[in-house]
């Protein structure tokens, strides 16, 4: 409000929010494996909401990442010592804001891990195929094929021992062995996620053209040679 001599010259009602700021308690994982994609994910008090609002990641390696949820992916490429930091913004906002150190380290153990996973995936995916009908496996088959991904497999795991038992082996070679590992499409499961009574045709000769003229008024006829 502002007078003078009695005489009100303007006025406006300021409302000051005292909003309590979240806290970000902590983040895991703090050791991670270079080269090794890791999710990371934070936990925040309880009682905070965090709906629509944005998570902002800087990982402390030139490299920064936005997320709408409390997790996120990235692989640290070098091995050391990072400072993470989170911030959460509501809109504009900052709402909270949080570091924390992380210790990146050599990927030798998470190497053998990622291995055993892969291959536990491979069986099962092979346990999956067996049950499904010849035609099915064709598809996938067409879309991935295991048995290469299995022979990738066993020739990364030969790589791997030869490393371990190696002397003087640099941690480097095995970031370089853990990036080839990660970039490795192996599926985790067939699903079926319906049935049909369609069938298949795996042969073109199996096909009646004379019903697909009648149903689409097209002549599916090769022409004949003169």
């Known amino acids: 409000k502002l007078s003078l ?13 005292n909003q309590k700021k979240f806290e970000i308690l902590q983040v895991y994982p703090r050791i991670v ?3 090794n ?4 994910f934070i936990v925040l008090d309880t009682t905070v909401n965090v709906t629509n609002v944005l998570f902002s ?15 996120i992916q990235h692989t640290y490429d070098s091995i050391g010592n990072y400072t993470l930091a989170v911030s959460i913004y509501s809109g504009s906002q900052e709402i909270a804001s949080s570091e924390f150190k992380l210790d990146v380290e050599s990927p030798k153990n998470a190497i053998n891990k990622t291995l055993k996973e892969y291959n536990t995936r491979i ?3 092979n346990e999956q195929l067996n049950k499904l009908p010849f035609q ?13 991904v299995e022979s990738e497999v066993s020739s990364l795991e030969e790589d791997y021992d030869r490393l371990v038992r190696s002397s003087g082996v640099e941690d480097s070679e095995y970031i370089l062995l853990m990036q ?13 996620s319906a049935t049909t009574n369609t069938k298949f045709f795996n042969d073109l000769n199996q096909i009646d053209l004379e019903h697909l003229d009648n149903l689409f008024g097209e002549d599916y006829y090769p022409e004949e040679e003169a």
């Open 57 to 71: 990641w800087d990982f402390g390696d030139g490299k920064t990442e936005t997320s709408t949820t409390h997790k």
């Open 180 to 192: 080839t590992i990660a970039g490795l499409r192996v599926p985790t499961s067939v699903q079926s």
């Open 37 to 40: 994609p890791t999710n990371f």
């Open 123 to 125: 069986e099962k995916v």
């Open 5 to 17: 001599d009695n005489t009100e010259f303007f006025q406006k009602k300021i409302n000051v929010l």
């Open 136 to 148: 099915y496996k064709n598809v996938i088959n067409d879309e991935v094929d295991l048995d290469l």
């Open 33 to 35: 494996a270079a080269a």
